[in-house]
């Protein structure tokens, strides 16, 4: 058994892109979810089931949040508990596209402590712990440097840069960009080849956790949209929207209009 939660989870995170792979452009079954709120694959049913049972054995007392498991309020008591998302990006990944991700975590005391975001496909594994910095395929990686926001590159949906976000207007960023997965579009930013990322709209913790820690590893910030710390196992299991990035991103927090409060 791994000696250290982020060694366990780079070892599942492996296991969980075997399975994924076997499922990947082999058209798998494909079904709806309730809500609105998306797709699900057989593949990512196979991995949550897979994942759940390994790491669960692993680490006994640990709780359980997964995007692909049914939420069992018995993880608030707990202080230490796993954040998966078996498929981050999911619709890619039906799509054939190669930029969906295996998200996994560990947090305790509402903290991520150990991450790991992982690209079968891509054969990247971007990895972190608190504390001792962040890599890509072992090797470290930190976020861009400072520069003016007219030449930056940030990584959202178009949505985010409407007006009525941001007290003058859309933010004066040279390019928008975007990929599939939340977890990609962080770990992008922590390797420094984006400046941030945003997203406006409520975030569900398992799309984040491992890659919020992974930029603030990798020397930058993840706040929620008004610059509070992020605080994982919620009762909601969603922060308040996510600005994450070098320089860059206080820069952002600044501009964006402040929801009003009810």
């Not at 990584?155 to 599939?180: D, K, V």
């Not at 984006?194 to 997203?199: G, I, Q």
Request: hydrophobic content about 45%; glycine content about 8%; proline content about 7%.
């Amino acid at each position: 058994m791994p000696a250290s939660d982020l060694a366990l989870l780079k070892e599942a995170a492996r296991e969980a892109g075997v399975i994924a792979l076997r499922h990947f452009r082999a058209s798998p079954e494909v079904w709806d979810k309730p809500g609105d709120a998306g797709p699900v694959s057989e593949a990512d049913l196979e991995v949550d089931r897979m994942l759940r049972h390994e790491l669960l054995a692993a680490r006994q007392g640990y709780g359980w949040l997964s995007e692909e498991t049914d939420d069992d309020p018995a993880r608030l008591g707990t202080e230490r508990l796993f954040i998966v998302d078996p498929i981050d990006g999911t619709r890619a990944f039906l799509e054939g596209s190669e930029d969906w991700a295996i998200s996994l975590a560990t947090a305790r005391a509402g903290r991520i402590t150990a991450g790991v975001v992982y690209l079968p496909a891509r054969k990247l594994m971007f990895a972190a712990h608190r504390g001792g910095g962040a890599t890509l395929n072992g090797k470290p990686i930190c976020v861009a440097d400072d520069r003016p926001l007219e030449a930056a590159d940030i990584l959202a949906t178009r949505p985010n840069f409407a007006p009525e976000h941001w007290i003058s207007g859309s933010p004066p960023a040279a390019r928008r960009s975007f990929r599939s997965s939340l977890a990609y579009r962080l770990c992008l930013v922590a390797e420094g080849r984006y400046d941030a990322m945003l997203t406006l709209r409520p975030a569900w913790e398992w799309d984040i956790a491992a890659g919020s820690l992974i930029v603030t590893e990798a020397k930058g910030q993840a706040t929620d949209r008004v610059g509070r710390p992020l605080i994982f196992n919620s009762q909601s299991a969603q922060v308040d929207g996510l600005v994450a990035g070098g320089p860059a991103q206080p820069k952002l927090i600044d501009l964006l209009v402040r929801p009003t409060l009810a």
